[in-house]
């Protein structure tokens, strides 16, 4: 699997816009972008993933870069109950193995 | 983590001790996943399952067993527990698209402590 590289801490306004960087110039072809988050030693939750078109939902948008070796991670009115540490991950289309966690960018928002 | 159920939510244990983690999900997912989560670090893959009656090792499989006798439970066993198993477990499930990788839901974890 691709190597990802995510800055360790960011912080935001509540009400703002958080925006996460990721960085994956190994990405190969067949490899789609997740991101996760982590709320204070709960479960990681999916937030949303893509494979070269930018993607929203109900919780984020993500956008990829043409040339795919990077992505950023949209939270478009950060809350306090964001606060979390996110990761991002690539993994192959094929396949349901494991997903490599790194050690993400831990965001917290301010009041 | 709706439909992912763990248990115990937390144990203490003696090195040399046994036990089994329970992750139960009612989704009727096929995937099943183990793994752990140590301080300050990304969760690593223990085992893993792709259907009943199968499982497979991810990349810490050493010092644990699994077992997967029905769909919707997968079982993480410590036969002889060790300092260094002291971790928050996580399971996580995911459905079979064909081939195509689908999202892993993760249950809200275990955490154990081994003196």
């Known amino acids: 699997d691709a190597k990802t590289t995510q800055p360790p801490s960011m912080d935001c306004a509540e009400g703002r816009a958080a925006n996460l960087p990721c960085n994956h110039s190994?990405?190969?072809?067949?490899?789609?972008v997740y991101w996760y988050r982590q709320i204070h030693s709960q479960g990681p939750q999916y937030i949303i993933h893509g494979l070269k078109n930018n993607e929203t939902n109900e919780m984020a948008s993500l956008i990829i870069t043409e040339d795919r070796k990077s992505s950023t991670l949209i939270l478009p009115h950060a809350t306090l109950r964001d606060t979390a540490v996110y990761y991002c991950i690539v993994r192959p289309y094929f396949g349901n193995e494991k997903l490599t966690f790194g050690t993400g960018t831990r965001l917290t928002i301010i009041p | 983590n709706a439909g992912v159920t763990q248990t115990p939510k937390f144990r203490v244990l003696k090195t040399g001790q046994s036990m089994t983690l329970l992750c139960a999900q009612d989704m009727n997912h096929e995937y099943m996943y183990w793994y752990r989560q140590d301080p300050g670090m990304g969760l690593r893959l223990i085992h893993y399952?792709?259907?009943?009656?199968?499982?497979a090792k991810g990349e810490v499989p050493d010092g644990y067993n699994v077992s997967r006798l029905k769909k919707q439970n997968f079982l993480l066993g410590l036969e002889s527990a060790a300092p260094s198993q002291t971790s928050v477990y996580f399971c996580?499930?995911?459905?079979?698209?064909?081939?195509?990788?689908?999202?892993?839901?993760f249950g809200p974890g275990t955490r154990l402590t081994v003196l």
């Open positions: 996580a499930i995911s459905r079979r698209r064909r081939n195509i990788t689908d999202t892993q839901y």
């Open positions: 190994t990405i190969s072809g067949n490899e789609y």
């Open positions: 399952s792709v259907g009943e009656g199968t499982t």
